[in-house]
C-alpha cells in the first residue's frame, strides 16, 4: 500500500531564506507526483506536476525534483516570502492515470518578515 | 484552466440531520470524481472514486450507506452524510478527471462540514 510522508511536519524561517521540502513515498511505481499549497480552511492550489519520467519541474521561486528510484520528492523555496507560509502537500497519483491522489501530511510553513 | 465549484462551502447542522454537499466541474466534463475528506491537521484521505453512471467505489473503512454519492452527470457529484454526528465532522473536498485530460484533477475550494 503506497504510502507518502512529508518531512519536516513543520518550518519556520526568516523571510528570505531558501528552503527545502521533502517528500517520500513507498511504493516506486507511480504515474506523476504533484506538489499543493493549502491555506487555513481553504481549499488546494496545484503548484507543480511532475511526470514520472520527469526529474524536476520550475515554476517561479519553486523547483520539484522527483528521484522516482529511490522514491523521494524534493520542493525548494527559494527567496521564501511571507506570502508563502501555508501548508504545502505532496501527492502522488499510481501507476495509470484517472486514479486518485495519495496525500501526505503536509509541512506547514511559517516565514516570518 | 479548468474550475470545479463545491456548494455549500460551509454548513452547520444538528446530529442526526442529512447533508448534501454538491461537486461541479464547471467549464469540462468529468469522467472520474473523486470525494476526499480531511479532518483537522490531517492530510486528505480518499472517501471514494465516482464515475458518471456508476456506483461509487468507496475505500475501506467509509460506509456507502451513510455517505451516499450519486454522479449522474459529467459535470456533477453529490455527496450526501446521512444521519450525521459530530464525529463526521470535517473538510470535504471534491476533485475532477477531465475527459480526455486524465492526468490533472482539479479540485473544488472544499465544504467545512460542522455537525452539533
Known amino acids: 500500500k503506497q504510502e507518502v510522508t512529508q518531512i519536516p511536519a513543520a518550518l519556520s524561517v526568516p523571510e528570505g531564506e531558501n528552503l527545502v521540502l521533502n517528500c517520500s513515498f513507498t511504493?516506486?511505481?507511480?504515474?506523476?507526483l504533484q506538489w499543493f499549497r493549502q491555506d487555513p480552511g481553504k481549499g488546494l492550489t496545484s503548484l507543480l506536476l511532475i511526470q514520472s519520467s520527469q526529474r524536476e519541474q520550475t515554476s517561479g521561486r519553486l523547483n520539484a525534483s522527483l528521484d522516482k528510484s529511490s522514491g523521494r520528492s524534493t520542493l525548494y523555496i527559494a527567496a521564501s516570502q511571507p506570502g508563502d507560509s501555508a501548508t504545502y502537500l505532496c501527492?502522488?497519483?499510481?501507476?495509470?492515470?484517472?486514479?486518485?491522489?495519495?496525500f501526505g501530511k503536509g509541512t506547514t510553513l511559517s516565514v516570518s518578515s | 484552466g479548468a474550475v470545479v465549484s463545491q456548494h455549500p462551502s460551509r454548513v452547520i447542522c444538528k446530529s442526526g440531520t442529512s447533508v448534501k454537499i454538491e461537486c461541479r466541474s464547471l467549464?469540462?466534463?468529468?469522467?472520474?470524481m473523486f470525494w476526499y475528506r480531511q479532518f483537522p491537521k490531517k492530510s486528505l484521505m480518499l472517501m471514494a472514486t465516482?464515475?458518471?453512471?456508476?456506483?461509487?467505489?468507496?475505500e475501506q473503512g467509509v460506509e456507502k450507506d451513510k455517505f451516499l454519492i450519486n454522479h449522474a452527470s459529467l459535470t456533477l457529484s453529490t455527496l450526501t452524510v446521512t444521519s450525521a454526528h459530530p464525529e463526521d465532522s470535517s473538510f470535504y473536498i471534491c476533485?475532477?478527471?477531465?475527459?480526455?485530460?486524465?492526468?490533472?484533477?482539479?479540485f473544488g475550494p472544499g465544504t467545512r462540514l460542522t455537525v452539533l
Open positions: 467549464d469540462f466534463q468529468a469522467t472520474t
Open positions: 476533485s475532477a478527471s477531465a475527459v480526455g485530460i486524465t492526468d490533472t484533477q482539479y
Open positions: 465516482s464515475n458518471e453512471g456508476s456506483k461509487a467505489t468507496y
Open positions: 511504493d516506486s511505481a507511480i504515474y506523476n
Open positions: 501527492a502522488v497519483q499510481a501507476n495509470q492515470a484517472g486514479t486518485a491522489l495519495i
